[in-house]
């Protein structure tokens, strides 16, 4: 079976300093990944999204990053932390059923800027 | 991206009662999910929809795909204590890879 995994689970960073996330999933291969931003009481805000190695987009405008060096491996990165990057940081990953995405998310990274 | 508009934002109810929240849109969806979320913790994926019409069941909960595609909801029967949390709603607009819309959630209470 497939799994996700996510870490740190929680992490507390001064504003300006580096930030790396790290997700990656077991038990398939060539999967769609994505990074997710949970704001505390809000929606799922998609940051980026990779279909296979290398391959990135970025669907809002920020100070992070994402890279996918290899095929389960997602990482998010940002060079100086903002106070506004504080949130909840999940990976997911997507799979075809039938014609249909299902679409699964790892256990999340509790980030706090400070 | 457009969102979700699901309903009620949260509900505080009695254990035993049943529970109906919902979602709607403006646009055709091809795909719902319905998730329920822990605090600290991620999503996990409950029901799985993919027909209009379609009415599935997992344990104590049902969701239906409307027969528009612009709707799907989620009852959960005989409610209990575990059942709380926040419901996340997700539909696929379409077959391209970043298009998975959400619902702001609803937020379950469950009173003893």
């Known amino acids: 079976s497939q799994t996700i995994h996510q870490w740190p689970a929680t992490l507390v960073q001064p504003v300006g300093s580096p930030l790396s996330l790290e997700c990656t999933v077991e038990?398939?291969?060539?999967?769609?990944l994505y990074w997710y931003r949970q704001a505390a009481g809000r929606g799922l805000q998609l940051l980026f999204y990779?279909?296979?190695?290398?391959?990135i987009s970025s669907e809002v405008p920020q100070n992070l990053s994402a890279s996918r060096p290899q095929d389960r491996q997602f990482i998010l990165s940002s060079k100086k932390l903002l106070l506004s990057d504080s949130g909840f940081y999940l990976c997911?990953?997507?799979?075809?059923?039938?014609?249909?995405?299902?679409?699964?998310f790892g256990p999340g990274t509790r980030l706090t800027v400070t | 991206g457009q969102q979700l508009n699901q309903s009620p934002q949260s509900m505080f109810i009695q254990e035993g009662e049943d529970v109906s929240m919902n979602c709607t849109s403006s646009s055709i969806f091809n795909t719902w999910l319905w998730y329920k979320q822990d605090p600290g913790e991620g999503p996990v994926l409950l029901i799985a929809?993919?027909?209009?019409?379609e009415l599935t069941s997992n344990g104590r909960l049902t969701a239906q795909f409307g027969i528009t595609r612009k709707d799907s909801f989620l009852n959960i029967s005989a409610s209990i204590p575990s059942d709380v949390g926040i419901y996340f709603c997700?539909?696929?607009?379409?077959?391209?890879?970043?298009?998975?819309?959400f619902g702001a959630g609803t937020r379950l209470t469950v009173k003893p």
């Open positions: 997700a539909g696929q607009l379409t077959y391209n890879n970043n298009d998975m819309r």
């Open positions: 929809l993919y027909k209009a019409g």
């Open positions: 038990g398939t291969s060539n999967p769609n």
């Open positions: 990779s279909v296979g190695i290398g391959q």
């Open positions: 997911a990953w997507r799979t075809l059923a039938g014609r249909s995405y299902e679409q699964y």
